[in-house]
């Protein structure tokens, strides 16, 4: 029974040896990357607020650190398991070789519900936590970040004890940090120009002016907002975004085939992301229903909102028209939704490649954190742009050379990427 | 043509009669509290002022005649066209207003004046008599201060300098004192004293009223000189036998005991109107200039009679009131209090809830720092007689029998009524009443809130029913006086208002006898740019039944809050979130994450707009934008949104036009006092008032207010469930006995079941999706309300979807309760979600969470049944039949037969119950869904009774050395529910072994009752009796229970032994 059920680290190794297969790896290297490295699992004993004291289950997975120290978030969540653990640990290698950024790939989480206890148990967790891991962790081996339910004020917390272990200042222990405590600038706009970055570039290379293009996008958010921005700014015209009605539950699709006004659009947007539907009709937008995004006659579709939106049913509604999609949530397309791109050759910028902005922003937070010196906020953009750029070109050019599929293209540089550096460190 | 224009002329008129005579009323009493003024001054005055009252004043002359004295103008001569009105100090005539025309005048219905001058005549006579009552009494306690002076000076037989000024000034008085002083020297065996006490008892014999009060009587008057002779021998007696601090000190308790006198016997004397017993209790204050020194069972005696007078006649309000309501407190209470001419109605549910919260949080304790600052709005009353005096001023008594009419033909009506009664008139009294409410209240902004007679009778489960309307407040007097009388036209129109008719009608309430008397309260708050609202506001209940984690207490309470007024609070608003907070462990939040706590943070924000005088509903950024500088405490308010980190700001530097602001009241929670303050006023309130309590509160940024106090108890909806026991097992589908809160799902007909084990075996992520659609789609067709949906772990879980469907709100938003089951997977069983994810949807949606652990040890899960019942999905469905294995909807009825599944949810006894039975019928549905299922019936307390006499009866008083059983409490007070104990007080005069065997044998009827009171009613608990043996020294001392042997009132009551 319980080999039968769902589990998220059987489908990524699927995955790995799927893209092991057409790299025709060798038998140990393949055996290194379908498992993590190490796999860190210990106890946190906290005294909870009542006075008694609870023992919580922590856990630190290094998968692969062949190419750079380890990257990855920390978790709290209630039904944990290992498993997931590995699972993330093991994408996030091959995220972070994807772009090219020289960093590996990790996951840490605990098992606990943030909801069933105060900060100040929080604190403890976190505190407990780093102490727990203190000498496998650290700016030039594993630095962790926020994942699920865990924050900023839980990064300062493991900063703050990671720093009075060692004595010392080291703000590159930890990303997600907040700007004038160790935070980088550009971390909100990072995700969403990343994607319009390799967008542009996919564009380009498909012999298409940007000008002369129009965009659907799925999704109101941080990301899909300065995606729109971005995408505008280069001349593209969006002609519709989604986003999510908190009061009728369900999502809706704002339109102006003439392109969207994101200023006037955000002036009607409260701060969940919801656009005022009364409003928005009053400035001449057609409010359409959640799905209207998708059957759109434009040129690109950017998903940006929720996993498995591109399914095999919805995926019939796409317009002839749709030349390229480019991933901005993640996971948003399903596997039989791949397959009618190929078949229906519409060129897909994947997601672990075209929101990959966050980690690489990330990535520069630690190297100006080591440096202890920030950077203006165009500096980071423009060094996240030539990251992008070449990571997508990279990719592409892979893709072109073996005419494969962008997503496979994808993983099969990251895998070789990482396979390579296993290698030159005589590994394997 | 001409008899229409007649009438509008006829009506003009009437009008202008009208204006002109409450224009008088103003002037008379300007007058009257004119105190830089002398009386004569006044009255000299008053003959000028008062003509313009009448429909012809310029040949309208008035006399006054007073204390000997003549006011009137000049020539003023008596006519046949005279009205009089008596001018009467303690029902003593003492003066007289002659109003007479100079001239002829035409009649109306054969009389030469108006129906309403002959009241404002009477109106001005009873003002000039109060006035001058009070100007006496002030010229009384003046001589009285003198006279203290003149003895401190001497220091020496001050008792004589006393009497000697009594016997001047009030020699009824002075005789009732040697009265007294007679019976004390003859019960201390002085002879004289008897001789003198036989004259005595003759006179009584030939004059049988020379006790009574009318001693004035030009007959007595002989009589009464005699008794001043007996009087002065009387105390020249005593200074022979007692010592002067002996005789000063019985004078002082009786004086004191006196001046009670006539207050006890207005109180008690049910057939006099509210205003004598008001008049009674200023006069009794004035006369005790504010010290009260009553004996302590007067003190007692009084109070009850005042509580049942004011408030209510329910023994759990008086018995719990009397405790901490005193006599004196009515003073402050009277001086508020607007009501009908010879009116006798009380104050309302409403207003008795503040009332004694407020006395009861008062009382000194060792809570008293945490609650310094506690405060309670200004608050004025109309008593509840007030509406009918009302209806029956504007001949409107028809509007009574709306009621009875169709419900219909009530919606159809109620606007109708809403504008018959805004457009009718309110009597002189009450709107002088009000204006010198709104002298006092000011011009702050007020609501007008109902305060009626059911909601006293019903606790909370008619809450809300009734009207409650925000006033500004602003511009002239007569506007305001003209909107308040229209907002309390407008609460007394919503007693007809289709709703509560429908309520009570379902109930079987609709004779009760309602009537609604008014709080007129000041809001709280402060004004910021054009708005005036409190910082902020809130409910709070003592037990929390909506808890978010398993670590919450139900006593840890609750409490929801909202930045400005706190209707968004009270009421549940399905797109706005208040802030939810467990007094008792403020530190678990509901929402976690920066986008949980941004999501569930209220949004919008009710205002008074003072510029347009209306209550409005405010885009929260926007009012910040506006005014967030003049916010008092907003720091403490909101919290700062900046990369992915949300934060409680310094005061310093919050910049209301960029910022990210978000309401979360960190600030406030997490560095003031204000959760200690709340936690301490409810754990204060239950354990005085012994029942947890639903409070109402609003802070202006630097007191807190106390708005509101009820009995949580039966919130509808809320009410603890009894389990039934005698459910036979394959009837039972689920039982549960983990987070249990209460409620009652009545008639659930489809149960959507996601089989766990199924579930877990699916392998793609896009079946368990596909499960979640499903689910959405159900809910959608499934009937509203009437469905159950139950599946494994948590449901909408986020991360892990392998954990849980995966469904958002809007895919359950139909569901009358969310069900996890945790199944036990090898040694460990899963963690729930108690629907954290949208834990506030189902909140102010009222869905029901339940969570069912089906592998613990005494848990019933009829898995059968929810396997092998016949599953629907296929025909509802058909495109989703594939999923059939893993998701059953089962038609209740259609599988039992046309039963249904109730669920019953009991969070005292910690038990809920999902079980098959036969659907109600609608009317018993309603009163499935509302009558709380707690109150007390004949049945609890009579069987109580009954077994109380039986152990009296079987009880051996030489065997176990028992002198007397008593019983008090409920069972006594017929107040007893399925849960009472039954509370006995033994007096035990017996040795140590008959104690021991005495105990025993309590111990046995006590554990037999417990059992026999389970199967009746399902209340479990180790023992019904509550005993308390008491000794002779106790009973002598009246040391704890003992002061219940005999007590003036609640006294515990005597019952038979064996034998006896």
Same mark, same amino acid.
């Given at each position: 029974?319980?080999?039968?059920?769902?589990?998220?680290?059987?489908?990524?190794?699927?995955?790995?040896?799927?893209?092991?297969?057409?790299?025709?790896?060798?038998?140990?290297?393949?055996?290194?990357?379908?498992?993590?490295?190490?796999?860190?699992?210990?106890?946190?004993?906290?005294?909870?607020?009542?006075?008694?004291?609870?023992?919580?289950?922590?856990?630190?997975?290094?998968?692969?650190?062949?190419?750079?120290?380890?990257?990855?978030?920390?978790?709290?969540?209630?039904?944990?398991?290992?498993?997931?653990?590995?699972?993330?640990?093991?994408?996030?290698?091959?995220?972070?070789?994807?772009?090219?950024?020289?960093?590996?790939?990790?996951?840490?989480?605990?098992?606990?519900?943030?909801?069933?206890?105060?900060?100040?148990?929080?604190?403890?967790?976190?505190?407990?936590?780093?102490?727990?891991?203190?000498?496998?962790?650290?700016?030039?081996?594993?630095?962790?970040?926020?994942?699920?339910?865990?924050?900023?004020?839980?990064?300062?917390?493991?900063?703050?004890?990671?720093?009075?272990?060692?004595?010392?200042?080291?703000?590159?222990?930890?990303?997600?940090?907040?700007?004038?405590?160790?935070?980088?600038?550009?971390?909100?706009?990072?995700?969403?120009?990343?994607?319009?970055?390799?967008?542009?570039?996919?564009?380009?290379?498909?012999?298409?002016?940007?000008?002369?293009?129009?965009?659907?996008?799925?999704?109101?958010?941080?990301?899909?907002?300065?995606?729109?921005?971005?995408?505008?700014?280069?001349?593209?015209?969006?002609?519709?975004?989604?986003?999510?009605?908190?009061?009728?539950?369900?999502?809706?699709?704002?339109?102006?085939?003439?392109?969207?006004?994101?200023?006037?659009?955000?002036?009607?947007?409260?701060?969940?992301?919801?656009?005022?539907?009364?409003?928005?009709?009053?400035?001449?937008?057609?409010?359409?229903?959640?799905?209207?995004?998708?059957?759109?006659?434009?040129?690109?579709?950017?998903?940006?909102?929720?996993?498995?939106?591109?399914?095999?049913?919805?995926?019939?509604?796409?317009?002839?028209?749709?030349?390229?999609?480019?991933?901005?949530?993640?996971?948003?397309?399903?596997?039989?939704?791949?397959?009618?791109?190929?078949?229906?050759?519409?060129?897909?910028?994947?997601?672990?490649?075209?929101?990959?902005?966050?980690?690489?922003?990330?990535?520069?937070?630690?190297?100006?954190?080591?440096?202890?010196?920030?950077?203006?906020?165009?500096?980071?953009?423009?060094?996240?742009?030539?990251?992008?750029?070449?990571?997508?070109?990279?990719?592409?050019?892979?893709?072109?050379?073996?005419?494969?599929?962008?997503?496979?293209?994808?993983?099969?540089?990251?895998?070789?990427?990482?396979?390579?550096?296993?290698?030159?460190?005589?590994?394997? | 043509?001409?008899?229409?224009?007649?009438?509008?002329?006829?009506?003009?008129?009437?009008?202008?009669?009208?204006?002109? &005579?409450?224009?008088?009323?103003?002037?008379?009493?300007?007058?009257?509290?004119?105190?830089?003024?002398?009386?004569?001054?006044?009255?000299?005055? @008053?003959?000028?002022?008062?003509?313009?009252?009448?429909?012809?004043?310029?040949?309208?002359?008035?006399?006054?005649?007073?204390?000997?004295?003549?006011?009137?103008?000049?020539?003023?001569?008596?006519?046949?066209?005279?009205?009089?009105?008596?001018?009467?100090?303690?029902?003593?005539?003492?003066?007289?207003?002659?109003?007479?025309?100079?001239?002829?005048?035409?009649?109306?219905?054969?009389?030469?004046?108006?129906?309403?001058?002959?009241?404002?005549?009477?109106?001005?006579?009873?003002?000039?008599?109060?006035?001058?009552?009070?100007?006496?009494?002030?010229?009384?306690?003046?001589?009285?201060?003198?006279?203290?002076?003149?003895?401190?000076?001497?220091?020496?037989?001050?008792?004589?300098?006393?009497?000697?000024?009594?016997?001047?000034?009030?020699?009824?008085?002075?005789?009732?004192?040697?009265?007294?002083?007679?019976?004390?020297?003859?019960?201390?065996?002085?002879?004289?004293?008897?001789?003198?006490?036989?004259?005595?008892?003759?006179?009584?014999?030939?004059?049988?009223?020379?006790?009574?009060?009318?001693?004035?009587?030009?007959?007595?008057?002989?009589?009464?000189?005699?008794?001043?002779?007996?009087?002065?021998?009387?105390?020249?007696?005593?200074?022979?036998?007692?010592?002067?601090?002996?005789?000063?000190?019985?004078?002082?308790?009786?004086?004191?005991?006196?001046?009670?006198?006539?207050?006890?016997?207005?109180?008690?004397?049910?057939?006099?109107?509210?205003?004598?017993?008001?008049?009674?209790?200023?006069?009794?204050?004035?006369?005790?200039?504010?010290?009260?020194?009553?004996?302590?069972?007067?003190?007692?005696?009084?109070?009850?009679?005042?509580?049942?007078?004011?408030?209510?006649?329910?023994?759990?309000?008086?018995?719990?009131?009397?405790?901490?309501?005193?006599?004196?407190?009515?003073?402050?209470?009277?001086?508020?209090?607007?009501?009908?001419?010879?009116?006798?109605?009380?104050?309302?549910?409403?207003?008795?809830?503040?009332?004694?919260?407020?006395?009861?949080?008062?009382?000194?304790?060792?809570?008293?720092?945490?609650?310094?600052?506690?405060?309670?709005?200004?608050?004025?009353?109309?008593?509840?007689?007030?509406?009918?005096?009302?209806?029956?001023?504007?001949?409107?008594?028809?509007?009574?029998?709306?009621?009875?009419?169709?419900?219909?033909?009530?919606?159809?009506?109620?606007?109708?009524?809403?504008?018959?009664?805004?457009?009718?008139?309110?009597?002189?009294?009450?709107?002088?009443?009000?204006?010198?409410?709104?002298?006092?209240?000011?011009?702050?902004?007020?609501?007008?809130?109902?305060?009626?007679?059911?909601?006293?009778?019903?606790?909370?489960?008619?809450?809300?029913?009734?009207?409650?309307?925000?006033?500004?407040?602003?511009?002239?007097?007569?506007?305001?006086?003209?909107?308040?009388?229209?907002?309390?036209?407008?609460?007394?129109?919503?007693?007809?208002?289709?709703?509560?008719?429908?309520?009570?009608?379902?109930?079987?309430?609709?004779?009760?006898?309602? &009537?609604?008397?008014?709080?007129?309260?000041?809001?709280?708050?402060?004004?910021?740019?054009?708005?005036?609202?409190?910082?902020?506001?809130?409910?709070?209940?003592?037990?929390?039944?909506?808890?978010?984690?398993?670590?919450?207490?139900?006593?840890?309470?609750?409490?929801?809050?909202?930045?400005?007024?706190?209707? =968004?609070?009270?009421?549940?608003?399905?797109?706005?979130?208040?802030?939810?907070?467990?007094?008792?462990?403020?530190?678990?939040?509901?929402?976690?994450?920066?986008?949980?706590?941004?999501?569930?943070?209220?949004?919008?924000?009710?205002?008074?707009?003072?510029?347009?005088?209306?209550?409005?509903?405010?885009?929260?950024?926007?009012?910040?934008?506006?005014?967030?500088?003049?916010?008092?405490?907003?720091?403490?308010?909101?919290?700062?949104?900046?990369?992915?980190?949300?934060?409680?700001?310094?005061?310093?530097?919050?910049?209301?036009?960029?910022?990210?602001?978000?309401?979360?009241?960190?600030?406030?929670?997490?560095?003031?006092?204000?959760?200690?303050?709340?936690?301490?006023?409810?754990?204060?309130?239950?354990?005085?008032?012994?029942?947890?309590?639903?409070?109402?509160?609003?802070?202006?940024?630097?007191?807190?207010?106390?708005?509101?106090?009820?009995?949580?108890?039966?919130?509808?909806?809320?009410?603890?469930?009894?389990?039934?026991?005698?459910?036979?097992?394959?009837?039972?589908?689920?039982?549960?006995?983990?987070?249990?809160?209460?409620?009652?799902?009545?008639?659930?007909?489809?149960?959507?079941?996601?089989?766990?084990?199924?579930?877990?075996?699916?392998?793609?992520?896009?079946?368990?999706?596909?499960?979640?659609?499903?689910?959405?789609?159900?809910?959608?067709?499934?009937?509203?309300?009437?469905?159950?949906?139950?599946?494994?772990?948590?449901?909408?879980?986020?991360?892990?979807?392998?954990?849980?469907?995966?469904?958002?709100?809007?895919?359950?938003?139909?569901?009358?309760?969310?069900?996890?089951?945790? =199944?036990?997977?090898?040694?460990?069983?899963?963690?729930?979600?108690?629907?954290?994810?949208?834990?506030?949807?189902?909140?102010?949606?009222?869905?029901?969470?339940?969570?069912?652990?089906?592998?613990?040890?005494?848990?019933?899960?009829?898995?059968?049944?929810?396997?092998?019942?016949?599953?629907?999905?296929?025909?509802?469905?058909?495109?989703?039949?594939?999923?059939?294995?893993?998701? =059953?909807?089962?038609?209740?009825?259609?599988?039992?037969?046309?039963?249904?599944?109730?669920?019953?949810?009991?969070?005292?006894?910690?038990? #809920?119950?999902?079980?098959?039975?036969?659907?109600?019928?609608?009317?018993?549905?309603?009163?499935?869904?509302?009558?709380?299922?707690?109150?007390?019936?004949?049945?609890?307390?009579?069987?109580?009774?009954?077994?109380?006499?039986?152990?009296?009866?079987?009880?051996?008083?030489?065997?176990?050395?028992?002198?007397?059983?008593?019983?008090?409490?409920?069972?006594?007070?017929?107040?007893?529910?399925?849960?009472?104990?039954?509370?006995?007080?033994?007096?035990?005069?017996?040795?140590?072994?008959?104690?021991?065997?005495?105990?025993?044998?309590?111990?046995?009827?006590? @554990?037999?009752?417990?059992?026999?009171?389970?199967?009746?009613?399902?209340?479990?608990?180790?023992?019904? @009796?509550?005993?308390? @043996?008491?000794?002779?020294?106790?009973?002598?001392?009246?040391?704890?229970? #003992?002061?219940?042997?005999?007590?003036?009132?609640?006294?515990?009551?005597?019952?038979?032994?064996?034998?006896?």
């Amino acid at each position: 029974m319980a080999d039968k059920s769902f589990n998220a680290f059987k489908m990524a190794q699927q995955q790995f040896d799927n893209v092991a297969e057409k790299l025709d790896l060798d038998p140990a290297t393949r055996e290194l990357l379908r498992n993590p490295l190490r796999e860190y699992h210990f106890a946190i004993p906290v005294k909870m607020d009542d006075g008694s004291v609870k023992i919580f289950q922590g856990f630190r997975v290094q998968h692969n650190d062949g190419r750079g120290p380890c990257k990855g978030g920390i978790r709290f969540h209630p039904q944990e398991t290992i498993d997931t653990v590995k699972a993330l640990a093991t994408w996030m290698t091959w995220k972070c070789a994807v772009v090219d950024i020289p960093l590996g790939g990790g996951k840490g989480g605990v098992i606990c519900d943030p909801h069933n206890l105060s900060m100040r148990e929080q604190e403890q967790i976190c505190r407990g936590w780093v102490r727990q891991v203190v000498r496998n962790v650290g700016p030039l081996q594993d630095v962790p970040a926020p994942d699920v339910m865990t924050n900023a004020q839980h990064m300062i917390w493991m900063m703050d004890e990671y720093e009075r272990l060692t004595g010392a200042k080291y703000p590159g222990f930890i990303t997600g940090k907040p700007v004038g405590m160790g935070g980088s600038l550009g971390r909100t706009e990072a995700t969403g120009f990343g994607v319009i970055y390799t967008l542009r570039e996919a564009l380009r290379e498909l012999g298409i002016d940007i000008k002369k293009t129009t965009a659907a996008f799925q999704g109101f958010g941080n990301v899909s907002q300065y995606a729109v921005k971005l995408y505008q700014e280069y001349g593209g015209t969006p002609v519709c975004v989604s986003c999510w009605d908190q009061k009728e539950s369900k999502s809706y699709t704002f339109i102006k085939k003439s392109g969207i006004n994101l200023e006037e659009l955000l002036g009607i947007t409260d701060k969940f992301g919801g656009i005022d539907k009364a409003k928005a009709k009053g400035l001449g937008y057609e409010v359409a229903d959640a799905e209207a995004w998708i059957q759109q006659e434009v040129d690109i579709l950017v998903p940006a909102a929720l996993e498995n939106q591109i399914n095999a049913e919805t995926v019939k509604k796409i317009s002839d028209k749709v030349k390229v999609v480019a991933e901005g949530a993640n996971g948003p397309t399903t596997p039989e939704a791949d397959e009618v791109f190929k078949k229906k050759n519409i060129f897909v910028i994947p997601d672990f490649l075209a929101n990959a902005g966050g980690v690489t922003c990330s990535y520069f937070e630690q190297v100006q954190c080591n440096m202890n010196y920030f950077w203006t906020k165009e500096e980071v953009l423009s060094k996240l742009d030539n990251v992008m750029t070449s990571a997508f070109h990279a990719v592409y050019g892979l893709a072109k050379q073996k005419k494969a599929y962008m997503r496979d293209a994808a993983y099969m540089i990251a895998v070789s990427r990482v396979a390579q550096a296993c290698k030159l460190r005589g590994w394997v | 043509m001409d008899e229409q224009q007649n009438s509008i002329d006829k009506l003009l008129h009437d009008m202008r009669e009208r204006a002109k &005579e409450l224009n008088c009323l103003y002037q008379v009493e300007e007058l009257l509290t004119k105190t830089q003024l002398s009386l004569a001054e006044v009255l000299a005055q @008053l003959v000028h002022v008062i003509p313009a009252g009448y429909q012809f004043s310029d040949i309208c002359r008035v006399r006054i005649v007073y204390d000997g004295q003549e006011f009137a103008p000049e020539g003023f001569a008596l006519t046949p066209r005279t009205q009089t009105a008596l001018i009467r100090i303690e029902d003593k005539e003492v003066g007289r207003i002659e109003v007479s025309y100079a001239s002829e005048v035409p009649q109306t219905e054969g009389s030469y004046f108006l129906k309403d001058e002959h009241k404002l005549l009477e109106t001005i006579a009873e003002r000039i008599s109060r006035t001058i009552l009070h100007q006496q009494l002030e010229q009384v306690s003046r001589e009285w201060e003198t006279a203290q002076r003149a003895l401190s000076d001497k220091n020496k037989k001050e008792w004589m300098v006393i009497i000697e000024l009594l016997r001047r000034t009030d020699q009824n008085l002075y005789i009732h004192l040697s009265r007294k002083m007679i019976y004390h020297l003859f019960w201390n065996g002085v002879m004289e004293a008897k001789e003198l006490l036989k004259t005595l008892s003759k006179d009584r014999d030939q004059v049988p009223s020379e006790l009574s009060e009318d001693m004035n009587r030009p007959s007595l008057r002989r009589s009464q000189l005699e008794l001043l002779a007996l009087s002065d021998e009387t105390f020249r007696i005593a200074a022979r036998y007692l010592s002067d601090t002996e005789i000063l000190g019985r004078i002082q308790k009786w004086i004191q005991e006196d001046k009670a006198g006539f207050l006890s016997r207005a109180i008690n004397n049910i057939d006099l109107p509210l205003v004598e017993i008001i008049n009674a209790i200023t006069h009794y204050h004035y006369i005790s200039g504010g010290h009260y020194e009553l004996s302590p069972p007067m003190e007692k005696g009084l109070r009850v009679s005042l509580i049942r007078r004011f408030f209510s006649d329910d023994l759990k309000f008086i018995n719990i009131a009397k405790n901490h309501v005193e006599v004196r407190h009515f003073y402050d209470l009277v001086q508020r209090i607007i009501y009908p001419a010879n009116g006798y109605g009380r104050l309302g549910g409403k207003s008795a809830g503040l009332f004694l919260a407020q006395k009861i949080l008062s009382t000194p304790g060792e809570h008293s720092e945490v609650l310094d600052g506690l405060k309670y709005p200004k608050t004025w009353y109309i008593t509840t007689d007030a509406i009918m005096s009302f209806l029956s001023y504007n001949n409107l008594e028809e509007v009574n029998e709306q009621k009875y009419k169709e419900i219909d033909q009530i919606r159809l009506e109620y606007q109708n009524v809403v504008q018959l009664l805004k457009n009718s008139h309110f009597p002189v009294e009450i709107i002088k009443g009000l204006s010198m409410a709104l002298d006092d209240l000011g011009d702050r902004p007020l609501i007008v809130r109902s305060s009626s007679l059911l909601e006293d009778r019903m606790g909370t489960a008619f809450s809300g029913k009734y009207k409650s309307l925000f006033l500004a407040n602003t511009g002239s007097k007569q506007e305001r006086l003209d909107a308040l009388t229209d907002a309390i036209a407008e609460v007394y129109a919503s007693i007809f208002g289709p709703d509560p008719i429908e309520y009570r009608a379902e109930r079987g309430l609709l004779d009760f006898h309602e &009537e609604m008397g008014i709080m007129i309260q000041e809001v709280v708050g402060r004004r910021m740019g054009d708005y005036f609202l409190p910082a902020f506001a809130g409910v709070a209940f003592s037990n929390n039944e909506f808890r978010w984690s398993s670590r919450i207490k139900r006593e840890d309470g609750l409490a929801r809050l909202v930045p400005g007024l706190g209707t =968004r609070a009270v009421d549940r608003v399905s797109d706005d979130y208040p802030i939810l907070i467990s007094p008792g462990i403020p530190n678990l939040r509901v929402n976690v994450t920066a986008e949980e706590t941004m999501r569930y943070s209220p949004r919008r924000i009710d205002v008074i707009n003072l510029k347009t005088g209306t209550f409005e509903t405010k885009e929260i950024p926007a009012l910040l934008r506006e005014c967030g500088r003049e916010y008092p405490v907003v720091e403490k308010i909101v919290s700062v949104y900046e990369d992915d980190h949300i934060f409680s700001p310094s005061a310093i530097n919050l910049d209301f036009e960029r910022a990210n602001l978000f309401v979360t009241f960190e600030g406030l929670i997490t560095r003031t006092p204000f959760i200690k303050q709340l936690q301490t006023i409810l754990k204060t309130l239950q354990e005085k008032m012994g029942t947890p309590v639903d409070i109402e509160f609003a802070h202006d940024g630097q007191n807190l207010y106390l708005l509101q106090c009820r009995p949580q108890a039966a919130a509808a909806g809320n009410v603890a469930s009894p389990i039934p026991k005698d459910i036979a097992d394959d009837r039972v589908v689920f039982t549960a006995n983990r987070y249990i809160s209460n409620g009652k799902l009545p008639d659930i007909t489809h149960i959507v079941y996601v089989d766990p084990e199924k579930y877990s075996q699916l392998e793609r992520s896009e079946d368990m999706l596909e499960i979640g659609r499903v689910v959405g789609k159900l809910n959608s067709l499934l009937p509203k309300r009437q469905f159950i949906l139950m599946g494994p772990g948590r449901w909408g879980s986020r991360g892990d979807i392998k954990l849980g469907v995966p469904v958002t709100y809007s895919d359950f938003n139909n569901t009358a309760a969310l069900i996890e089951i945790a =199944r036990k997977k090898g040694n460990y069983v899963p963690e729930l979600s108690f629907g954290t994810h949208f834990f506030q949807d189902l909140v102010e949606s009222s869905i029901r969470y339940l969570p069912l652990y089906p592998d613990d040890p005494g848990i019933e899960f009829n898995e059968k049944f929810l396997l092998g019942a016949r599953n629907v999905l296929p025909e509802i469905l058909p495109e989703s039949a594939a999923l059939a294995d893993t998701i =059953r909807v089962i038609d209740v009825p259609q599988v039992t037969g046309g039963k249904v599944l109730r669920v019953a949810m009991n969070a005292d006894l910690g038990e #809920a119950l999902g079980y098959i039975a036969t659907p109600l019928a609608a009317a018993d549905a309603a009163e499935e869904k509302g009558v709380p299922a707690e109150g007390p019936s004949e049945d609890h307390w009579h069987w109580r009774l009954r077994m109380a006499e039986r152990i009296a009866g079987q009880l051996d008083p030489a065997r176990f050395g028992v002198k007397a059983l008593y019983v008090f409490g409920s069972t006594k007070n017929a107040t007893a529910g399925p849960g009472s104990d039954i509370d006995l007080l033994i007096h035990f005069q017996g040795g140590e072994e008959q104690r021991r065997q005495l105990v025993l044998w309590l111990e046995g009827w006590s @554990l037999c009752l417990a059992e026999i009171n389970f199967s009746r009613t399902g209340y479990q608990s180790d023992g019904l @009796l509550d005993y308390h @043996l008491l000794t002779d020294e106790d009973i002598e001392k009246k040391t704890s229970y #003992a002061v219940k042997i005999g007590a003036v009132t609640d006294a515990a009551r005597r019952l038979s032994l064996k034998g006896e």
